[in-house]
């Protein structure tokens, strides 16, 4: 499975959660923005930018957030985002923010 064969919501979850995790410690790095332009290429880059604005509108902060990403059921798809997300994260060392929201994720969503 690859990121372009995500279902609309699936994306949307994605985008959400890079937008989360490069805000997770108050500063996007180059390495992050290099990262999220792999990501935004892979899915399209205006499809990106749609689901960026749609993330900025429906989660308003990260309670929002969490309460959407519960209603992502396919585990292939939970797996592969989740991945995605711990990639980025990782590409500049993972702050003490972006390892709790990633702690929350992989037990809400039982990523082994």
Same mark, same amino acid.
Do not use: C
């Given at each position: 499975?690859?990121?372009?064969?995500?279902l609309?919501?699936?994306?949307?979850?994605?985008?959400?959660?890079?937008?989360a $995790?490069?805000r997770?410690? +108050?500063?996007?790095?180059?390495?992050?923005g290099? %990262?999220i332009?792999?990501?935004?290429?892979?899915? +399209? *880059?205006?499809?990106?930018?749609?689901?960026?604005?749609? %993330?900025v509108?429906?989660?308003?902060?990260?309670?929002?957030?969490?309460t959407?990403?519960v209603?992502?059921?396919?585990? *292939? %798809?939970r797996?592969? $985002?989740?991945?995605s997300?711990l990639?980025?994260? +990782? $590409?500049d060392?993972?702050?003490? *923010?972006? *390892?709790?929201l990633?702690?929350w994720?992989?037990?809400?969503?039982?990523?082994?």
């Amino acid at each position: 499975m690859h990121l372009n064969d995500l279902l609309p919501e699936e994306s949307l979850a994605l985008v959400a959660l890079s937008r989360a $995790v490069v805000r997770a410690d +108050g500063a996007v790095t180059e390495l992050e923005g290099e %990262a999220i332009a792999v990501m935004a290429a892979e899915i +399209g *880059e205006a499809t990106y930018r749609r689901l960026f604005v749609k %993330a900025v509108e429906a989660f308003p902060d990260e309670g929002a957030l969490k309460t959407f990403l519960v209603s992502i059921e396919r585990a *292939e %798809a939970r797996a592969l $985002v989740y991945e995605s997300i711990l990639t980025l994260a +990782g $590409v500049d060392s993972i702050s003490v *923010e972006e *390892e709790s929201l990633m702690g929350w994720l992989q037990e809400t969503w039982e990523i082994e």
